[in-house]
């Protein structure tokens, strides 16, 4: 592991780096561009930090024991991008209706399929949301560099252990390869997993107002019953409308109602913003430069970057609609949170949207343009 | 020996069951609580994992230890994480012939390539059970299933030799008519340091009564296809202890034994039994095979004569050796890695 300090490392070895110091201890994944540099890292990394790193033979079998692994006590992560994300998708059903924490990294590249497999996008974020079977709800984050590639990292595990669920990490291509400064602290806020508190536990059922139930592990004598079938507070199945909605309301609850502890927004001169450019991840980055280089020309523009994207910041989105001109959205897929902006500002605002495919990153001058036409 | 009410009431959670009415299932639980029982295995050391199927319901919800009841298919990988970072859990798979060898193929040779402590136990009906009978990668070529009306186009998977192959260090089949040597393999299983692997040929009255065309009362259908089991498979290196042929029916299989009976006389044993891969046949059983043989080979109401073993399904311990285990070397590497050897 780093030592604390400044550092000069690429993005996707700052996420391994956040993992570890987050306290995870096993790592689970198999090869994928443009992931492939935080297995590396966690391949050697892993064993020195008392964990263990497996290659599995695929990314069913990756996540499948990143589950397991977190049953048995660990913190656990993958990562992988967008084909191996779909690959995840029917045991992260699993991991939603078991309540497992862990962590996700999705890498995001240019698809569908193959597509351009080395090129960054942001197509995965509905895949993130709604990408398996069933109702859940989800916490997805977005770095915009090396720095949050660590720090965000490390947020995802704390999430994770503290509402006991699965948490997506959707970096992209760029902000995966980029090579910056990173500052590693002296300490970092760890949060771990409610334990049981007795020997009466129930492990999927709590009156608790978080709604998150406490999480024992195997081999500690609570005789676990663990399964993907509807359940009961104790885990054995049932089958009943009453028990599988209780269920699936709860753990949709449970992240709902925790949404402005989750919510993490960048805000950049946003108090008398005119227009308001939405971004996150890689495209938010021209974005800060295009709103800068407005408001050096008296263009009242701001940026509103989501770190979080899910669960969708509709309080901080509904606020701007009440007193902006416009939203621009800018994001590098054919037009995802758009969609979302538009719900929330239903109507009130004109909204924009600007994307990009083909892995490129939108341009300053692109978005520029942009915001000074909505400004007019 | 413990009997089956002691150990019911110290290893299964309830009373009822969702197998259906002389499900194999059963009889493979009981070997398991068996075998922990009589090694003395804790019960809250046993991590029983299992995919989606009915021998997905073997453990779970029947087993009084922590069980993982996962995705269909995915049950050794689940299974990998947990030992991985706790190998102190015993670690127990129980998967199907569809789950384990169809949709989970793959993670069955990887698990045993890597050689990880856990032991796996395949029940194989040779059929999707729970979804009602349809093809399996293990179901014989030919057979109507559910979706095969015109017969099986494929050929099956010999299960057990496919994961000796893929490198598991220790591999047996048994039936569910063999429960002691099931026992003993599982303990064997329990023990030993590796990926070991128990395929277990299974009952199904449910399906198999449609797919191998066996006409029985439910009242007898069981212990029809436990017979069955027993007379279509051979224990490796044990020797029979009869000299023996089977006489297939050109028509009917009465038709063939009276036929059989009045060319024979008292000199052979006859009896009707079903037989896995020839049907309903006249087993006869002689001091002397080649007299009668050319008596019965004249017979119209017979097709044939099959030797003892023809079409058998070899039963036995297959494989039983060393090899560095997967967690011990995975923690061989933590210290090599903390320069702490």
Sequence with gaps: ?376 | MKSLKQLKSEYIVQNLTAFCPGCGNGIILNCFVRAIDELGIPVDSVLSVAGIGCSAWIPSPHFRGDTLHTTHGRAITFATGAKVFNPELRTVVFTGDGDGAGIGGNHLIHAARRNIDITCILVNNMNYAMTGGQLAPTTMHGLRTSTSPFGNPEQPFDIAKLVAGAGATYVARWTTNHVVELTRSIKEGLQHRGFAFIEVMSQCPTQQRNILGIRATPQELPSRLLDMWAESTYIRGRPERVRYLYAVPSKAPEEAMKAAEQALGPSAKLSLVDHLTLGRVVRVEAEELEPVRDRLSKLGAIDRIADALEGKIELGVFVREERPEYTEVLRAVGRRARGEE
């Excluded at chain 1, 397991?68 to 059903?93: C, V």
């Excluded at chain 1, 107002?209 to 676990?224: A, D, I, K, N, T």
């Excluded at chain 1, 753990?251 to 502890?261: C, H």
């Excluded at chain 1, 430069?289 to 979080?308: C, H, I, P, S, W």
């Design chain 1, 1 to 376: 592991m780093l030592k604390p300090g400044r550092h000069l490392v690429l993005g996707n070895v700052a996420c391994a780096e956040g993992a570890l110091r987050a306290g995870c201890r096993l790592f689970a994944g198999y090869p994928i561009t443009p992931a492939n540099e935080i297995a590396e890292y966690m391949s050697g990394e892993m064993p020195r930090a008392g964990g263990y790193f497996l290659q599995m033979e695929d990314e069913i079998a990756s996540i499948a024991a990143v589950i397991g692994s977190s049953w048995a006590g660990a913190k656990a992560m993958t990562a992988t991008s967008g084909p191996g994300f779909s690959l995840m998708q029917e045991n992260l059903s699993y991991a939603h209706m078991t309540e497992t924490p862990l962590v996700v990294v999705d890498v995001q590249r240019s698809g569908p399929s193959t597509g351009q497999s080395t090129d960054p996008s942001q197509q995965d974020i509905y895949q993130a949301k709604y990408g398996a079977h069933g109702d859940y709800e989800v916490i997805a984050l977005s770095p915009w560099s090396a720095q949050e590639m660590f720090d965000l990292t490390i947020r995802a595990f704390n999430l994770a252990e503290e509402y006991r669920t699965p948490v997506y990490f959707l970096a992209d291509g760029m902000i995966g390869h980029i090579k910056e400064e990173l500052v590693v602290p002296e300490q970092v806020e760890i949060i771990d997993r409610k334990a049981p508190s007795g020997p009466a536990c129930t492990p999927f059922g709590t009156d608790d107002p978080s709604l998150v139930p406490e999480m024992p592990r195997f081999g500690q004598g609570y005789r676990l019953q663990v399964t993907g079938s509807s359940h009961r507070p104790n885990g054995v199945r049932d089958m009943s409308p009453k028990v599988h909605a209780g269920k699936v309301e709860r753990i949709m609850k449970k992240i709902l109602q925790a949404e402005p502890k989750i919510r993490d927004v960048a805000k950049v001169d946003l108090d008398d913003t005119e227009v308001a450019v939405v971004s996150f991840g890689a495209s938010a980055r021209p974005c800060y430069g295009a709103v800068k280089r407005a408001r050096d020309e008296g263009v009242r523009a701001g940026l509103l970057r989501l770190k979080t994207i899910w669960p969708f910041p509709e309080e901080e989105v509904s606020r701007l609609a009440e007193r902006v001109d416009a939203f621009l959205v800018v994001e590098m897929n054919a037009g995802k949170l758009v969609k979302e902006v538009q719900r929330v500002a239903c109507g009130r605002v004109e909204i924009a949207s600007l994307t990009r495919l083909g892995g490129v990153v939108p341009t300053l001058q692109d978005i520029h343009a942009e915001v000074r036409r909505l400004a007019r």
